[in-house]
């Protein structure tokens, strides 16, 4: 069933904030208004991202909407957006900068770009589905191509397989990249824990390595005759830098990072990328960003780039986990993942599972 449009939106509306200390409480606030060049989102679904406990923790903005990532309605359409760029009624995904202002993705209304880390749902994707892409696929099309410049995307495929290596597959970054790595014609050499291995290769991944084997880089390297030169590091921390540079040939190599490390060896390069440098937002955490016209325009080619991938029809959801009380769960969520148990799998709120908010 269709969710319902109100064309007047309500004033008040049950969230997901931040707490004492950073946990995440159910409260009730203010509709956000929509402002220039914005949308407001009637949320059907939300997901939920390492970055919202982090931002919780570490900014600590009492009262401020949790959540990055969601899927929805659009309810209205603020000034100065391009006619024809959206329409009331349409069903997007994508996410916004949640957990430091009177807006998240843990709502019931948010309001976001109505142009950028936004994309239409793809066609037979369910909204439960659809909250997962905004940060995870976006961050994926950063690794792989913000930070690599000479790699193919799944819209000109190469027939050379060349092999790349994707640190993390079962993470949610991990699903979207072996995907999209996979359509681009790559090899694509994955490392997981052995529980998730043939879960991976249904979505494209070539060749599995234990990352807890101590001898993982040395059989990457022979896997790949030392002639490794491409990573994305879907983790980058607990020493992953350092795996993948010894799995790297003589001549080195260049990871796309998605947390900064220093480069590990000499002739290791790497490049960090960030999702929320794509929302053409100024920011200062986790670090300061400006965000320049140039970057604006890039950010905008970004989002084509995924709503044309997700167009073919060949990239899948990955497997999630609902809890069941919607955003009264968002804690529970906190919990479950902040204790390590999230593996191959993302938690997923449906906002009408919430006591309190009805469909
Ligand atoms: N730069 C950005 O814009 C950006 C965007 C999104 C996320 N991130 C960051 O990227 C990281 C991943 O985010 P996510 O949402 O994709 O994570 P996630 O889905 O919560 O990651 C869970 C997965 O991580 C894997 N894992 C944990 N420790 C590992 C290790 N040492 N080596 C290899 N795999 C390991 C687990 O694999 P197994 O269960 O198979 O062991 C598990 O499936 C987080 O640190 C997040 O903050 C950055």
């Given at each position: 069933?269709?969710?319902?449009?109100?064309?007047?939106?309500?004033?008040?509306?049950?969230?997901?904030?931040?707490?004492?200390?950073?946990?995440?409480?159910?409260?009730?606030?203010?509709?956000?208004?929509?402002?220039?060049?914005?949308?407001?989102?009637?949320?059907?679904?939300?997901?939920?991202n390492p970055s919202d406990w982090r931002t919780a923790k570490g900014v600590q903005a009492t009262g401020a909407v949790l959540g990055l990532d969601y899927a929805g309605v659009v309810e209205e359409i603020g000034p100065d957006v391009p006619v024809g760029l959206r329409y009331v009624g349409e069903r997007v995904c994508g996410f916004v900068k949640g957990g430091v202002g009177p807006t998240g993705a843990f709502s019931e209304y948010l309001v976001g770009?109505?142009?950028?880390?936004?994309?239409?749902?793809?066609?037979?994707?369910?909204?439960?589905?659809?909250?997962?892409i905004g940060v995870a696929a976006l961050t994926a099309i950063q690794a792989l191509w913000e930070a690599h410049k000479d790699l193919p995307t799944p819209l000109a495929p190469t027939t050379t397989p060349l092999p790349i290596l994707v640190y993390g597959g079962s993470s949610a970054v991990g699903?979207?990249?072996?995907?999209?790595?996979?359509?681009?014609?790559?090899?694509?050499?994955?490392?997981?824990?052995?529980?998730?291995?043939?879960?991976?290769?249904?979505?494209?991944?070539?060749?599995?390595?234990?990352?807890?084997?101590?001898?993982?880089?040395?059989?990457?390297?022979?896997?790949?005759?030392?002639k490794l030169k491409h990573a994305v590091d879907m983790i980058s921390e607990a020493g992953s830098g350092n795996i993948i540079a010894e799995a790297f040939g003589e001549e080195g190599g260049h990871i796309g990072q998605i947390l900064i490390y220093?480069?590990?060896?000499?002739?290791?390069?790497?490049?960090f990328t960030l999702a929320y440098d794509l929302l053409g937002e100024d920011f200062e955490t986790p670090r300061p960003f400006k965000a320049t016209p140039e970057y604006r325009e890039h950010s905008e080619k970004v989002v084509k780039l995924l709503a044309e991938i997700l167009a073919l029809g060949k990239v899948k959801p990955m497997p999630k986990l609902i809890l069941p009380k919607g955003l009264a769960s968002v804690q529970d969520g906190f919990d479950?993942?902040?204790?390590?148990?999230?593996?191959?799998?993302?938690?997923?709120?449906?906002?009408?599972?919430?006591?309190?908010?009805?469909?």
């Open positions: 069933m269709q969710p319902t449009v109100n064309m007047t939106p309500p004033l008040r509306q049950k969230a997901a904030v931040v707490g004492e200390n950073g946990t995440a409480v159910l409260a009730e606030v203010n509709v956000p208004k929509v402002g220039p060049g914005q949308i407001l989102v009637k949320v059907i679904a939300a997901a939920q770009s109505a142009q950028l880390g936004v994309i239409p749902i793809p066609v037979g994707w369910p909204f439960e589905d659809a909250a997962q699903f979207y990249t072996v995907q999209f790595a996979k359509l681009s014609g790559l090899r694509v050499l994955v490392t997981a824990s052995p529980r998730n291995f043939e879960l991976l290769k249904e979505y494209g991944a070539d060749e599995l390595f234990d990352y807890k084997d101590p001898q993982v880089s040395q059989k990457i390297k022979a896997a790949t005759g030392g220093p480069s590990p060896q000499e002739n290791v390069t790497v490049k479950y993942m902040t204790s390590g148990k999230v593996s191959a799998q993302k938690i997923t709120y449906r906002i009408t599972d919430t006591p309190g908010v009805s469909a």
